[in-house]
């Protein structure tokens, strides 16, 4: 699922907020992904903050990816009417780029400690 | 949201001491504003009143939490009390110092405080390491705008070539001494002229509203296309 998320965040034309929202949820979509295969599943409730650190315990990434991906949490949650726009090409590339590493990185972890569930 | 810590002033980040040897004048300031102006004391007690005047505080609090000498702060808080800057309020055995929002000259204060020793110097100074980088850095929304309510986030918006990354992660730090979440939105120079000639919305409703400068000023922002 994250795959179709990062190939629609490629087509051309989508606002930045949506490129935003869309690799976001790839990213948190990976991370859900490690913490299921650790046998964890989180709630409807969990917070998407808890996701995202849970990334340091399941496949071990380091601190700067995790706050930097939850980084783009608080700016995920910003989107509000009066704010609608916000969002930069700058910062819409780097949420790719940061979703597309951390799908590469859990695919990686899964091959390794997983590999029954690929 | 974060809940605000009781204190917005940081002590001890003392002077910003910018890089030296930048071209343009509006990046060069050989010395703080506030310290140009006022004496330790004063500035420090300036940060603590105006920054959050919804807060009163006593003497041993105000030694603490602003860094200063009782003696001097004593003196200080008296003749503030005289001119009406303060106001002095009595609950049971302790005597309370309050920021006097009745004064003609509160809300000149506030902004004073705040962009001079609060919010906005400690955001300056958190971004600086990057500031060969940054064409431009303000503040906007409820804090430019002197609206804010206490759990409210500080907005901001970078011009420049740094990432996003880095500017969130640079302000960290600077997020738990003001006790506010704080929102950069970091453009490229070239999206940004892009955008504000295009008349983005967000964009054109951000500049035409108060700013307080981090880096840069009004005219390097008309340089930009606003």
């Known amino acids: 699922m994250a795959d179709r998320d990062l190939r629609d965040r490629a087509a051309k034309g989508l606002s930045e907020d949506w490129q935003l929202a869309i690799a976001y949820n790839a990213a948190l979509q990976c991370a859900t992904a490690a913490l299921a295969a650790c046998g964890y599943r989180s709630s409807r409730e969990a917070h998407h903050y808890r996701v995202i650190q849970s990334l340091a315990l399941t496949i071990g990434a380091d601190a700067k990816l995790v706050s930097r991906l939850d980084a783009f949490r608080k700016k995920r949650n910003i989107g509000d009417y009066e704010r609608s726009g916000l969002v930069s090409e700058k910062e819409a590339e780097e949420i790719a780029m940061l979703a597309r590493q951390l799908r590469k990185d859990v695919e990686n972890w899964l091959r390794k400690n997983h590999s029954h569930l690929i | ?226």
Request: no cysteine; glycine share 8%.
């Open chain 2, 1 to 226: 949201m974060r809940s605000p810590a009781s204190l917005a002033y940081a002590p001890g980040l003392g002077t910003i001491v910018p890089i030296m040897g930048a071209q343009e004048s509006s990046r060069k300031a050989s010395q703080s504003v506030g310290s140009a102006l006022f004496g330790k004391t004063q500035r420090a007690l300036l940060a603590l009143f105006f920054v959050r005047p919804e807060e009163s505080f006593y003497l041993r609090q105000i030694v603490r939490l602003a860094g200063v000498g009782q003696g001097a702060a004593q003196r200080e808080l008296s003749a503030w009390v005289d001119s009406g800057l303060l106001v002095r309020s009595r609950r049971g055995q302790q005597v309370y110092y309050q920021a006097n929002r009745d004064s003609p000259v509160f809300g000149e204060l506030k902004a004073l405080a705040v962009k001079t020793a609060g919010i906005a110097d400690v955001l300056r100074e958190a971004i600086t390491k990057f500031r060969d980088r940054i064409t431009l850095a303000f503040v906007h929304g409820s804090v430019a705008e002197q609206t804010e309510k206490a759990g409210s986030d500080v907005d901001m918006v970078v011009v420049g070539d740094v990432t996003f990354g880095d500017i969130a992660a640079a302000l960290q730090p600077a997020q738990d001494s003001i006790g506010r979440e704080v929102n950069p939105s970091v453009y490229s120079e070239k999206e940004f002229r892009k955008k504000l000639r295009a008349s983005h919305p967000f964009l054109k409703n951000v500049v035409g509203k108060p700013k307080i400068f981090l880096i840069g000023d009004e005219r390097q922002l008309k340089r930009l296309g606003a």
